[in-house]
């Protein structure tokens, strides 16, 4: 792909596209603004794979009936300190928005929040979660199992998801510490990414049922559907790297999920009952944790900052002039990102046409969405 074939847009202008798409597939205004506020805070901290790149996922979804286009939620269980909510197949960047803030009301009131959700749909980004907590002076932790698309170690059928987790803690550094990611070694969205800009997947990240390991980025997803190759555990295959940990941590967050939440887990998961395609029923955990509960706000954000700071500070390899903690390369990111905006390459902006065509949305300031282009 050619550098000229991506284009920056404002990225406010991107959010007003997906909110107004989801208004028009029968989304309330405001489940629509949350939804393609976590859309687009994924942009803008550079994880392509979570953001407008997955919009048309759930344009496909909701015109299929497996996402209810207006969200329907229920408190199954209540305590002090945790709640048990039922998705009904909701779109899911609304059931957890809607989850973390009760977890965060709980730790106000009781130190500690905890709230599992089942029969959910794909929620974006697990890092929005924690950023909720943080900026309300507490810890975040967010984790949410996946269709099955991971092979435990020694194995090379899918049977765990890439069940990411998400922590965040504030600090007295300018950005907060945020770790976000997979369980495995790498997300379905990104070989998708991948594959939209004709690049090979790398070695290492996959394995297919004779136990090699593709690199054919196109023909890795109609394998991962075909459910004839996996992505792998974090720390690859086998034990010698540690591929035992990630295949650990991923069967944590499905217990986490599907234990306590009653929801579904593993092949359950996969959208599919025979040849029908169903809802994933997803389910996802999270918790907000009260810092003065245990230790002034002030003394646990120096702490915190102190630590990172001292890490960075450490000993660099020869031609590295910095080391970074989880989360800074994301928030510099989304301040460069709010100058410049997003990057469309030619893949998406096409796939953007279709959806604005298809919807009939109105005028953006969007380069590619000129009348030469478009005949709504």
């Known amino acids: 792909m050619s550098p000229s074939d991506t284009l920056y847009v404002d990225y406010q202008e991107l959010r007003k596209f997906m909110k107004d798409g989801f208004m028009a597939l029968g989304v309330p205004e405001a489940e629509a603004m949350v939804s393609s506020e976590i859309l687009i805070e994924s942009d803008m901290r550079g994880i392509e794979s979570h953001g407008i790149g997955r919009f048309k996922m759930y344009v496909d979804r909701m015109k299929a009936g497996i996402i209810r286009p207006v969200a329907r939620e229920t408190v199954i269980r209540e305590t002090d300190n945790t709640a048990v909510i039922d998705g009904h197949d909701s779109l899911g960047h609304v059931v957890s928005h809607h989850a973390m803030q009760l977890a965060i009301d709980k730790a106000k009131k009781h130190n500690i929040g905890m709230v599992a959700v089942r029969n959910s749909t794909h929620f974006g980004i697990t890092g929005f979660y924690p950023t909720m907590a943080v900026q309300n002076d507490m810890v975040g932790m967010a984790f949410s199992n996946a269709r099955p698309s991971v092979a435990p170690t020694f194995g090379v059928e899918p049977v765990i998801g890439t069940n990411p987790i998400s922590f965040g803690a504030p600090s ?27 690049r090979e997947t790398p070695k290492g990240l996959t394995i297919d049922i004779h136990g090699n390991e593709p690199t054919d980025s196109k023909a890795l997803l109609k394998l991962f559907v075909d459910g004839t190759a996996s992505l792998l555990p974090l720390g690859g295959a086998g034990e010698e790297l540690g591929g035992h940990k990630g295949y650990g941590l991923g069967v944590m967050v499905e217990i986490l999920c599907a234990s306590f939440s009653g929801g579904s887990f593993g092949k359950a ?13 997803l389910g996802h955990f999270f918790v907000a944790v009260n810092i003065e509960s245990f230790i002034p706000g002030e003394i646990f954000r ?30 510099e990111m989304m301040e460069r990102r709010k100058v410049e905006g997003v990057p469309i390459n030619k893949s998406l902006q096409d796939i953007m046409i279709g959806i604005r065509k298809d919807l009939r949305l109105g005028k953006y300031d969007v380069p590619f969405f000129s009348d030469a282009r478009v005949a709504l």
């Open 302 to 331: 120096k702490i915190t900052g102190s630590i990172m700071r001292e890490i960075r500070s450490s000993a660099k390899v020869p031609g590295q002039d910095r080391i970074y903690l989880a989360g800074e390369k994301e928030f």
């Open 172 to 198: 007295d550094e300018v950005y907060p510490f945020l770790l976000d990611i997979a369980t495995s070694t790498t997300q379905r969205g990104k070989i998708e990414v991948y594959a939209r800009e004709g």
């Open 269 to 281: 998961l996969s959208g599919l009952e025979g040849e029908k395609i169903v809802p994933h029923r």
